[in-house]
């Protein structure tokens, strides 16, 4: 499973403070160069974080280079930031180069393509190496792009801090760079790439995106698609007339689908956890199990009834309308915003690691175990507490922190680029607004501070996406049930784009590289051919109960 931060969206949040300013200056930017001809200085890219010690840098075939582009790409003889690329040669006899964003909005690009540096040659992203350079653009605003360092104020906890509190940090944050800081969108890291590419004498590239970085592709398509010969947009945020408004949105609601799935997934199993053999039945042992310990299951929605279940015909609204109520009710006096004692809950634990299958089994044991008991014997430990399953799946999947510049860098984006809809003229209001579809804090959140924590207007509205030609139509990869890129933006991107649409069974969030054979054989031969077929349908595999995670 790839880390989190790699195929992220828009789900972090952290206490800020101070900015260091970026390092800018008024170095000239590189003009364009002939096809063929790299003007920038290669050399070993040094080992500053533990992914570079891993795997043994510094290394001839991982080469660093600084590139200055304009803060205003309107101003090109103005003030500059430098940002770094890295690339990571091909192994044999290269025919091409593809770049790459590992999504966020936020996360750090520049060990994305690791896997191709493993002894085992046996990955799709192997493959891809044997004939191509992989290269990232660190987006500006990063550490090695202007980084934004935004830290807690000595003798603060994260925790103790009020959400006006946070406004306030925030505007310290944003008014110690302004001009740089509102630079900071989806079009200018674009066009940041785009001379990168130029710098590097590249007639054209390929691009492949995760999660937010289908926003990147998508915009490069617009906006450069002369330079573009394969696109691959693997679960794609959009697009929309207000990118960050709606995804928010929908976010929360197939974050209710996707832990739907899940519940359905332990209902299938009911023989091995007894937890129930309906979705409905799985969801009252659990939310009995939260409200015990304090926990704010209200937040929760149930999901619909099905054959099975003690509940009357029209069961969805008997069933869950209460709990909406709830919901509105919270949300109307600003509890949403608040961490509840005992939020780190089962439902929480289950929300968050939805799209990832491998977790499943481990968190339905738990749950069994904490409510059923084990056999009484002296080797039985203590019940799992929601948040020691938390940290433990934490762990186990390398999930990684989220710095203070990754979530500095999500918040301004948003701040940027959230723009009402067009077609509402009542939307200006609503921005702060959620419909209480009954997932976390996050999602009321992503919403609340574009009122809140945005303490200007957006400083752009992203251009509607246009599916002009490039070497060949671009690959879209799309969950069903997809917590992080709902699956309705999979047909959007593809009408807006002109590409093939693959819809895969599931709630996985990012499907390259990640163990799923059928798409990594997809995406090698689009790559290789630029054809896909169309009407493709495919599968998840989806995990077995297996053993306690605990030996009896």
């Known amino acids: 499973m790839p880390p989190l931060l790699r195929c992220a969206v828009a789900t972090a949040t952290a206490a800020l403070v101070v900015v260091l300013p970026p390092v800018a200056s008024t170095v000239p930017v590189p003009t364009p160069t002939p096809a063929g001809v790299d003007t920038l200085a290669w050399s070993p890219c040094p080992a500053d974080s533990p992914a570079d010690i891993v795997h043994g ?143 590097m004498g590249l007639e054209r590239i390929s691009f492949l995106g995760y999660s937010y970085g289908t926003a990147l592709g998508m915009m490069y398509q617009t906006l450069f698609p002369q330079s573009i010969e394969r696109m691959v947009l693997d679960s794609s945020v959009g697009p929309s007339d207000a990118w960050w408004y709606e995804l928010h949105q929908r976010q929360a609601e197939n974050r209710y689908q996707a832990r739907n799935y899940v ?123 929601p948040e020691e399953l938390e940290d433990r799946l934490e762990e186990e999947t390398d999930r990684p922190a989220v710095t203070s510049d990754q979530a500095t860098y999500l918040k301004i984006l948003n701040c940027n680029e959230t723009a009402p809809p067009r077609s509402n003229p009542l939307a200006p209001a609503l921005i702060g607004s959620s419909d209480s579809v009954g997932s976390t804090s996050e999602d009321v959140w992503a919403l609340t501070e574009q009122t809140e924590y945005c303490l200007y207007p957006p400083s752009t509205v992203p251009p509607r996406i246009e599916a002009n030609e490039m070497g060949a139509p671009p690959l879209i990869l799309q969950s069903d049930h997809d917590p992080n890129t709902p699956g309705l933006f999979g047909p959007r991107t593809a009408q807006a784009t002109g590409g093939t649409l693959v819809r895969i069974r599931g709630t996985v969030h990012c499907h390259f590289d990640t163990g799923n054979r059928a798409v990594d054989d997809l995406v090698l031969e689009y790559l290789r051919t630029g054809q896909a077929p169309s009407g493709l349908y495919l599968d998840t595999p989806r995990p077995s109960p297996g053993p306690p995670p605990v030996p009896r």
């Not at 306030?168 to 740089?180: V, Y």
């Not at 409905?280 to 929760?300: H, M, N, P, S």
């Not at 619909?304 to 869950?320: H, K, R």
């Open 57 to 199: 840098l510094p290394r001839a075939d991982v080469l660093c280079a600084s590139v200055p582009v304009p803060v205003d790409h309107s101003a090109p003889g103005g003030r500059t930031v430098g940002i770094e690329v890295r690339k990571i040669t091909a192994t044999g006899a290269r025919e091409g180069t593809v770049f790459s964003n590992p999504g966020g909005p936020g996360a750090d690009a520049r060990d994305l393509w690791y896997t191709a540096l493993d002894r085992e040659d046996d990955s799709a992203i192997d493959e891809i190496r044997r004939t191509n350079d992989l290269v990232i653009v660190q987006p500006r605003g990063l550490e090695g792009a202007g980084a934004l360092e935004c830290l807690p104020e000595p003798g603060d906890e994260e925790g103790s801090l009020t959400p006006a509190d946070l406004n306030k940090l925030a505007k310290l944050c944003m008014d110690t760079d302004p001009e740089f800081v509102r630079s900071i969108t989806t079009e200018n890291v674009v066009r940041d790439h785009e001379l990168v590419r130029q710098a």
């Open 263 to 385: 519940l359905a997934w332990i209902a299938e199993h009911d023989d091995t956890f007894r937890l129930g053999d309906t979705p409905l039945k799985v969801y009252r042992q659990i939310r009995e199990l939260d409200l015990a310990a304090g926990a704010a299951a209200t937040r929760f929605l149930p999901p619909p009834a099905q054959p099975g279940d003690d509940a009357p015909g029209s069961v969805d609204m008997l069933n869950s309308g209460s709990v909406r109520a709830e919901n509105a009710a919270l949300a109307s006096t600003g509890a949403f915003d608040q961490t509840p004692d005992g939020a780190a809950a089962y439902f929480r634990v289950l929300d968050i690691y939805s799209r990832s299958p491998d977790t499943w089994p481990d968190i339905a044991w738990v749950i069994s175990e904490t409510i059923h008991g084990a056999a009484q014997d002296e080797t039985v430990q203590e019940e799992t507490t």
